[in-house]
Nanobody, 126 residues
Framework: QVQLAESGGGSVQAGGSLTLSCAVS????????WAWFRQVPGKEREGIAG???????TYADSVRGRFTITQDNAKKTLYLQMNSLKPEDTAMYYC????????????????????WGTGTQVTVNA
């Protein structure tokens, strides 16, 4: 059983940066893929970045070139570095894990993630 806990959210001006963290416990040597999703009230949860079991990233068009997903070597923390933030990036951000080599980050893949954190709020002010 994997538990995920996000942190690092907050309020920032447009053009600014934030780094989100997702602490993973317990430590595992099993193969998982990882992702960050975000959700605005009244809208579907949107996949924005993912890492396959080998650490290869995938990004949604809306964040490509601005956001970077990484994982530390011990696989204890997942990160999302967010640069050039825009007001439309305002959302609750969730990390997710799937006991798979790769799942994807499209809407149809969302249900394949077994584990979710409780989210951290990011607000970008114009």
């Amino acid at each position: 059983q994997v538990q995920l806990a996000e942190s690092g959210g907050g309020s920032v001006q447009a053009g600014g940066s934030l780094t989100l963290s997702c602490a993973v416990s317990p430590y595992t040597t099993e193969s998982y893929c990882w992702a960050w999703f975000r959700q605005v009230p009244g809208k579907e949860r949107e996949g924005i970045a993912g890492l396959d079991y080998a650490g290869r990233p995938t990004y949604a068009d809306s964040v490509r070139g601005r956001f970077t997903i990484t994982q530390d070597n011990a696989k204890k923390t997942l990160y999302l570095q967010m640069n050039s933030l825009k007001p439309e990036d305002t959302a609750m951000y969730y990390c997710a894990a799937s006991r798979s080599l790769w799942v994807g980050i499209s809407n149809r893949d969302r249900g394949l993630y077994n584990y979710w954190g409780t989210g951290t709020q990011v607000t970008v002010n114009a």
